[in-house]
């Protein structure tokens, strides 16, 4: 395990329809963390899970928006009915719990809604 | 007012260069990071420190709690230190999401 994986890389879709992003952290971080960065900007939070349980969400993270940790490995970000202005980088990052929160981040997943 | 703030927001250096990139925050935290993206989007932590000063290779963060300022210095630039910097404070208190500052855009010129 080299680090945090993320699928897909980009992702095109019509305005309207849904979209899920997958991220894999570092095997041993309990830690997920998502962002949201748009052209020219610094990275947003969104949400973050420590195991499973989604344990803080920003005002960003509107209903269309909703994130998944299942079995406190993997997670998903699915954005329903989506819209131009959620074109965006979603990135994932992954840590150890306090006190190691150094932060390792994917390469992000680009989405152009048309 | 954002409560990460960066200066400058653009920089151009020639090789060699010292260079210092600036970030002050209005919020106490609990820890900083710097963080460097390459275009592509990758982003690559740098530093995480909440005392005095870290040193990797050619590049040095330090940080000034009472001032809440801190700074990223690269001494000896090279091109293939072009890209963006990224400032990001996790508030104190808070379990480990980060506020970010808008990032310096950093092109090293041979």
């Known amino acids: 395990d080299t680090g945090v994986s993320q699928n897909p890389r980009h992702k095109i879709t019509k305005r309207g329809q849904n979209v899920t992003f997958r991220c894999d952290p570092i095997s041993e971080h309990n830690r997920l963390y998502w962002y949201r960065q748009t052209l020219g900007q610094g990275p947003e939070f969104l949400t973050y899970?420590?195991?499973?349980?989604?344990?803080?969400k920003s005002r960003l993270l509107s209903d269309r928006f909703s994130a998944e940790r299942p079995k406190g490995s993997f997670s998903t970000l699915e954005i329903q009915r989506t819209e131009q202005g959620d074109s965006a980088m979603y990135l994932c990052?992954?840590?150890?719990?306090?006190?190691?929160?150094?932060?390792?981040f994917g390469p992000g997943t680009r989405l152009t809604v048309l | 007012k954002n409560e990460v703030e960066q200066s400058p927001q653009n920089l151009t250096a020639q090789e060699g260069e010292f260079i210092t990139i600036n970030c002050s925050y209005s919020?106490?935290?609990?820890?900083l990071h710097w963080l460097q993206q390459h275009p592509g989007g990758g982003i690559v932590s740098l530093f995480m420190?909440?005392?005095g000063k870290k040193k990797h290779g050619r590049l040095i963060a330090t940080i000034n709690i009472q001032e809440k300022h801190s700074s990223l210095h690269i001494t000896a630039s090279h091109p293939r230190d072009s890209a963006v910097y990224i400032c990001a404070a996790r508030k104190g208190g808070s379990q480990g999401n980060l506020i970010f500052g808008k990032g310096t855009k950093l092109s090293v010129k041979p």
């Open positions: 899970f420590q195991n499973e349980a989604q344990l803080e």
């Open positions: 990052a992954s840590s150890l719990p306090p006190p190691g929160l150094e932060q390792f």
């Open positions: 420190l909440s005392s």
């Open positions: 919020v106490g935290i609990s820890a």
